[in-house]
């Protein structure tokens, strides 16, 4: 969810909106700094992305790409666990946030892997950890995929792009041509965000009208982003092609992307493991980011164990 709030479809923004939407975008800004993490601007050709990061400079990367229409803030506090021990680096992707959108730019999967490799690149990482959530995480098995030599593990959370064993409530929405994420009224928005999150973190009532009013804002916007990465460069059939350490992350009740859907990674990443959430939905790493970084840092743990007996192998 972006924090800026633009000129609604159906009514002007009120100037209570308008303020609570720059004192969310204040407050989120600030909570960032508390926690270590810096912002800043890196060129990778075709665009400029918005950038937090943070952490031990000389500690392995970790890369957290957020969701379709999301933004860097869902990974933030979940990002605090790792500052510790790693290098943390948090890209708003082109289209979101910050980082601004541009038509006709390229929103697909394999476009914005391309982006995330410039990224890295410039920030003269060799290869991170990389993380992603729903559209994230196509954006990170992509990135594995055509270029395997930036990935040294892949975390796949709620992640689209492959197909879905069963549909969720949002896929037979959109089969019926009804896209949730594609608001035309302040007033959709309710039903919307329930769909996001199961235990979503305290948001005041005047903020939530803010970010329903960015959504109606971005309508259109947020309609070619879609259009671009969903169904596209899908990769079912380049699953075996993944082969860094990866850990699947799913909420059970996640309405977006069907849960039955982190079998098909597993079952198509040779040696993947899996971990499910009860009772948490779409965005685990912000509903439950204490937990959620607790097993990441198990997992990468046992990555940096396996790279350490490679590495003594004579």
């Known amino acids: 969810m972006a924090p800026v709030v633009g000129r609604t479809r159906d009514a002007e923004p009120s100037r209570r909106?308008?303020?609570?939407?720059?004192?969310?975008?204040?407050?989120?800004?600030a909570e960032a700094r508390a926690y270590g993490l810096r912002e800043r601007r890196?060129?990778?050709g075709d665009c400029s992305l918005a950038v937090l990061e943070g952490g031990r400079a000389d500690?392995?990367?970790v890369v957290l790409l957020h969701g379709y229409s999301a933004d860097r803030v869902v990974w933030v506090r979940f990002?605090?666990?790792?500052?510790?021990?790693?290098?943390?680096?948090?890209?708003?992707?082109?289209?979101?946030?910050?980082?601004?959108?541009?038509?006709g730019a390229g929103h697909s999967a394999p476009a914005q892997a391309a982006r995330v490799a410039t990224l890295l690149e410039r920030l003269d990482v060799d290869a991170a950890?990389?993380?992603g959530n729903s559209m994230g995480g196509f954006v990170a098995a992509t990135l594995a995929v055509e270029h395997?030599?930036?990935?040294?593990?892949?975390?796949?959370?709620?992640?689209?792009?492959?197909?879905s064993p069963e549909p969720s409530e949002a896929e037979v929405l959109i089969s019926e041509g009804r896209n949730p994420f594609l608001l035309d009224s302040v007033d959709d928005f309710p039903a919307f965000y329930a769909m996001t999150m199961a235990r979503p973190p305290f948001l005041p009532a005047v903020l939530r009208a803010a970010v329903a009013a960015d959504y109606v804002a971005r309508r259109e916007q947020l309609a070619e982003i879609f259009a671009d990465f969903h169904g596209v460069a899908t990769l079912d059939d380049r699953l075996d092609e993944i082969t860094v350490p990866t850990?699947?992350?799913?909420?059970?009740?996640?309405?977006?992307?069907?849960?039955?859907?982190?079998?098909t990674w597993a079952d198509g990443i040779e040696g993947a493991r899996t971990v499910l959430y009860p009772g948490i939905g779409h965005m685990?790493?912000?509903e439950v980011p204490g937990r959620t970084a607790a097993d990441y840092r198990a997992f990468l743990a046992r990555v940096g164990v396996g790279e350490r007996a490679r590495d003594e192998v004579p």
């Not at 395997?148 to 197909?163: C, F, Y």
């Not at 992350?249 to 039955?260: A, F, T, Y």
């Open 247 to 263: 850990l699947v992350m799913w909420g059970e009740e996640d309405r977006l992307v069907h849960p039955s859907t982190a079998r």
């Open 129 to 131: 950890h990389v993380a």
């Open 59 to 61: 500690g392995p990367a």
């Open 42 to 44: 890196v060129d990778v």
């Open 284 to 286: 685990p790493m912000l």
């Open 148 to 163: 395997p030599e930036r990935v040294r593990s892949l975390l796949l959370s709620d992640a689209v792009g492959v197909a």
């Open 17 to 29: 909106t308008t303020l609570a939407a720059r004192a969310y975008a204040a407050a989120t800004a």
């Open 79 to 103: 990002a605090r666990h790792l500052l510790r021990d790693h290098r943390v680096i948090v890209p708003e992707l082109a289209g979101h946030g910050a980082t601004g959108f541009t038509s």
